[in-house]
């Protein structure tokens, strides 16, 4: 994995022309010169040329970072903003150490003892009436509504699995879902939509016991446990796999990574693997997907691009193909509709503020196309989604593309 | 300085008053290169009304502490440096458009509203603002209005000064004045609206403008002629001028800038040409179609070798593309890259093109010519390593030299960059001693105690 010393000459070659002002959604809510990609780099080179000391306010700007990507594309230099923060916030964790709370978030994902305890809590949660009671409660005492909205909108499921017949003669592909977290422990939809979508079409679906992705610790800067979770995935990925499937596009973005943390065989099995690792939207583009004829949906679509799935994936495309496949799915374009939704991971815990006021311009943007529901292509982004809209005082369901292919399946 | 800090707090609250070292480390700089010297201001402020700006500049002016105001700082002449330190007053959270008139073709906006976000909206209800420097994406209202900027269009519909009409400015004691108005016609006193324009936020920081907007053109048409020397290039921006055409864009690229554009964002330009033009005609359609042929004609009466000619938007959109890579491939070059903004006769840029060649030879600088030959603004991008004393050395003397030759051929000092910090050394050589004289005393009238960006064009 690269240092930060091996990005000096990107860093230096910023040329300050502030572009990334235009496209940095940070800079959007704050107006500060330190939350944008010009004003990193030249703390950063700084640090580098020995100015200035790495210290606790660098630590909070880096931390000022949605890690979106969007100041790359438009860098006339074409300064990777995102990886070098990454270094920076590796050398601040070797240097400082890491927050309580990120160390919190970290050491949670990482422990499956604790991801299942709370899965079995929130099963009980979701499967009695305790959270229609709060979605009671939130609606009479208001300040509490921001909060238990994006709750109930995170564990709140679309999709019960159901065993469905295959449409399709049976494939002899070895296929192999990663759900991701999200989907493993806080909810089960979208996994459940998954395996029910790729029965139908006739593949059998392989789900080992993975652990986290990996992005939560690299994004901290923590590359020790990154290291470890991309180890103990690939362990469980064998050589004959065709296809490894994900849903979550933060998940789905890690397998590049794989590559750079790991040495020796590891990391030409992760090399190896890499580009078998695939979005779910992306493969099912490639298929010939069964669409039912005789049921329709009737619904007013507008979609948001994750980040992790348009930048660092490519993918954008093939999600708005599903949907437009779907019979009765209308989609309506928002405005912005590839800018961060503002949750970016542990970002709206250690920044909540400036989270919000980025989720609710998505909001407005997602009520201005009038539609419906919002579709995405990432189980994170909900949040930030849902965030946005319970500003707006809007509710309006979020889907994935298969869950809503499922839907149709689930109908038909 | 304490006691000023905390008094600004109380206006502000403390949010909004940056000290950190760290903080100020991030407004050290604009988009200009300067190598290794540090500029720290002592504070930075972020107000969000005019009656803000007011008590800060007051509060300033009492304790004689300098104020740099600030956009997007993106200018290139070191505008916004913190020479002598001070407070800088970022206007990034005054990025209103407060009205868009149709009725009489203006708008009111704040200062720190980008260039490209007021095109838009205006845009969306049938108008235009043609002003579009080349940084609009981010740059800002204000600060084109403080460097008077310009852009590619500016050769058919004039400069940032030509749209002005009338300011809202805090003076240096913080007293609020309003000039000009929302009539195109004027001449009720002193026109000191155009004296705050291209000021350099060394009279006053403009709060708000109006703008005058006109209707937006039905149509436009780009075409690229390419040509076998920049004087058959140069000679047929003469011709289309002098047949009494006015396109909207008239862009002058240079064989090395084509060969850079190419190696980094290929799109298919001719490199086996020594010259090209970006040529933008607009209006009604009719109109549009009718010049795009005279212009062809014309170009082939100069020898133009091949001449592409958009049927659709993304034609067009492409050839743009090129042109608007310039810079980035510049970029991609070297570690640094410096653009300057000398300005000529447009008759004379046959002449200046060979100047540039001959200097940066003669110094052995990478230099890639490209500009608005239309208004004779011609931008050589230096590509350069700025940590490299002995090149920056020579990079010296080739500007200096830049200059004294602009000036030979009767052109000035910068068409739209501005002077800044980097140019006021040359400001004698362009301006006879009585002009600065004169200046010098209107600043003394406005900011008796010369806290406004002090250290910048004189």
């Known amino acids: 994995m690269k240092q930060l010393k091996d990005y000096s000459e990107d860093i230096y070659k910023c040329t300050k022309c502030g572009l990334c002002q235009s496209v940095c959604p940070v800079f959007e809510v704050t107006g500060l010169e330190t939350a944008v990609s010009r004003g990193k780099f030249t703390l950063l080179n700084g640090i580098l040329t020995g100015k200035i000391k790495f210290s606790k306010n660098i630590s909070k700007y880096l931390d000022l970072c949605l890690g979106c990507k969007a100041c790359f594309d438009f860098c006339p230099s074409g300064i990777n903003a995102e990886e070098i923060i990454i270094a920076a916030r590796n050398l601040n964790f070797n240097l400082n150490g890491i927050s309580f709370l990120k160390k919190l978030i970290i050491t949670n994902f990482d422990s499956k003892l604790n991801l299942n305890l709370l899965k079995f809590a929130l099963s009980i949660y979701k499967n009695s009436e305790l959270i229609k009671l709060t979605d009671l409660i939130a609606n009479k005492i208001h300040f509490l509504k921001q909060y238990v909205y994006v709750f109930n909108s995170q564990v709140r499921e679309h999709i019960q699995y159901k065993k469905l017949l295959p449409s399709k003669p049976q494939s002899k592909q070895k296929i192999v879902y990663f759900p991701g977290c999200i989907n493993n422990y806080i909810n ?173 311009r998505k909001a407005e943007n997602i009520l201005a196309a009038k539609a419906d529901a919002v579709a995405t292509g990432c189980p994170s982004c909900k949040i930030g989604l849902a965030q946005g809209l319970v500003q707006t005082d809007a509710d309006k369901p979020i889907y994935q593309p298969v869950e809503l292919l499922a839907k149709l399946y689930l109908i038909e | 300085m304490k006691s000023l800090i905390t008094n600004l707090r109380s206006i502000l609250g403390t949010d909004n008053v940056l000290t950190a070292y760290e903080d100020r480390y991030c407004y050290a700089y604009d988009a200009t290169a300067l190598g290794d010297k540090l500029y720290l201001p002592d504070i930075v402020v972020l107000p969000s009304s005019k009656e803000q700006v007011g008590e800060i500049l007051k509060l300033a002016n009492e304790s004689n502490v300098p104020v740099i105001a600030r956009g997007a700082g993106t200018n290139l002449a070191g505008s916004c440096i913190p020479v002598n330190g001070g407070i800088i007053v970022h206007l990034s959270r005054m990025n209103q458009i407060l009205e868009i008139d149709k009725n009489n073709l203006l708008c009111r906006v704040q200062p720190g509203i980008a260039v490209e976000n007021l095109q838009q909206e205006v845009e969306e209800a049938g108008l235009y603002f043609p002003p579009d420097p080349s940084n609009m994406k981010v740059s800002t209202v204000g600060g084109s209005i403080a460097q008077s900027s310009g852009g590619p269009r500016c050769f058919k519909y004039g400069t940032t000064k030509d749209y002005v009409l009338g300011l809202e400015v805090v003076l240096a004691d913080g007293s609020i004045i309003n000039t000009g108005g929302k009539t195109v016609k004027n001449v ?52 289309i001028i002098s047949a009494k055409i006015m396109p909207a864009t008239l862009e002058l690229m240079d064989k090395y800038t084509m060969e850079t554009i190419e190696k980094f964002y290929p799109t298919g330009l001719r490199t086996d040409m020594e010259a090209s033009l970006v040529i933008e005609v607009d209006g009604l359609k009719e109109s549009v179609e009718i010049q795009a042929g005279q212009i062809e004609d014309i170009c082939k009466g100069f020898n133009a070798c091949d001449i592409r000619v958009s049927r659709d938007q993304k034609e067009s959109d492409d050839i743009w593309f090129a042109r608007r890579s310039a810079f980035g491939a510049v970029a991609k070059l070297g570690p640094n890259v410096i653009t300057e903004d000398a300005v000529v006769p447009r008759d004379k840029i046959p002449e200046m093109v060979r100047e540039i060649r001959r200097i940066s030879e003669k110094y052995n600088i990478t230099a890639c010519i490209m500009g608005h030959a239309g ?53 004698k050589d362009a301006l006879d001693e009585r002009s600065i004289e004169l200046m010098k005393s209107l600043k003394q009238v406005f900011d008796p105690k010369g806290i406004l960006n002090p250290g910048k064009i004189f």
């Open chain 1, 188 to 360: 089960q939809s979208v996994k459940n939509s998954v395996k029910m979508v790729l029965e139908k079409n006739g593949f059998e679906v392989l789900i080992p016991d993975f652990s986290c992705c990996g992005m939560p610790a690299r994004s901290a800067g923590d590359f020790n446990t990154f290291k470890k979770q991309a180890e103990k995935n690939l362990a469980l990925i064998d050589d004959d796999t065709d296809f490894i499937l994900t849903d979550c596009a933060s998940c789905g973005s890690v397998w590049e990574y794989y590559t750079d943390i790991l040495d020796g065989d590891l990391k030409e099995k992760a090399q190896k693997i890499l580009p078998k690792a695939v979005n779910i939207n992306k493969f099912l583009a490639g298929i010939d997907l069964d669409i039912p004829k005789n049921v329709k949906l009737d619904l007013n679509v507008t979609y948001h691009d994750p980040c992790h799935l348009k930048r660092f994936q490519n993918v954008y495309i093939e999600p708005r193909e599903i949907l437009k496949k779907i019979p009765g799915i209308n989609l309506t374009e928002m405005k912005d509709a590839d800018k961060c939704c503002g949750a970016s991971g542990t970002f709206c815990i250690v920044n909540p503020d400036i989270s919000r006021k980025i989720s609710r």
């Open chain 2, 188 to 239: 009720t006193g002193y026109n000191l609206t155009q004296l705050f324009v291209g000021s350099e936020g060394t009279l006053g920081i403009v709060t708000e403008a109006t703008l005058k907007l006109i209707p937006k053109p039905e149509t436009k048409k780009v075409l690229l002629a390419y040509f076998d020397s920049i004087d058959n290039a140069a000679n047929a921006v003469t011709g």
């Open chain 2, 375 to 427: 208004d004779g603004n011609i931008h050589p991008n230096f590509s350069l390593d700025l940590r490299n004393k002995e090149e920056v050395e020579r990079f010296e003397k080739a500007v200096d030299e830049l200059f004294d030759a602009a000036l030979k051929l009767g052109g000035t000092l910068s068409g739209e960059h501005g002077i800044g910090m980097t140019k006021s050394k040359y400001l």
